[in-house]
Nanobody, 127 residues
Framework: QVQLVESGGGLVQAGASLRLSCAAS????????MGWFRQAPGKEREFVAS????????YYSDSVKGRFTISRDNAKKTMYLQMNTLKPEDTAVYYC????????????????????WGQGTQVTVSS
């Protein structure tokens, strides 16, 4: 089992920055990838970004590419999401997720392909 705990959410104005953290514990040695997803009220959970835990390859949704940066610290077992130039449409609950096994990058943006989830952290961007 892997436990994931997000932190760093909050209320900011448009144009501001936030950094989210996701601390992993438990059996993390077999983690293949971790990712960030978000869910706004009345909408489906959507992919934000993901990173391969060992190789470091990163993937982004078009809506955040160039504004958000995903990274990880293997020693601390922590993943980060640096969010810059935030927009009101970025308002959502942000979840981190982890996947154990290999998966082709084509499928890495599907929430159903992740095995473990955190409880989420709220990000609210005011206009």
């Amino acid at each position: 089992q892997v436990q994931l705990v997000e932190s760093g959410g909050g209320l900011v104005q448009a144009g501001a920055s936030l950094r989210l953290s996701c601390a992993a514990s438990g059996r993390t040695d077999s983690t293949y990838a971790m990712g960030w997803f978000r869910q706004a009220p009345g909408k489906e959970r959507e992919f934000v970004a993901s990173i391969l835990w060992s190789a470091g390859n990163t993937y982004y949704s078009d809506s955040v590419k160039g504004r958000f940066t995903i990274s990880r610290d293997n020693a601390k077992k922590t993943m980060y999401l640096q969010m810059n130039t935030l927009k009101p449409e970025d308002t959502a609950v942000y979840y981190c997720a982890a996947r154990r096994a290999f998966i082709f990058s084509y499928y890495i943006n599907a929430a159903s392909n992740y095995d473990y989830w955190g409880q989420g952290t709220q990000v609210t961007v005011s206009s």
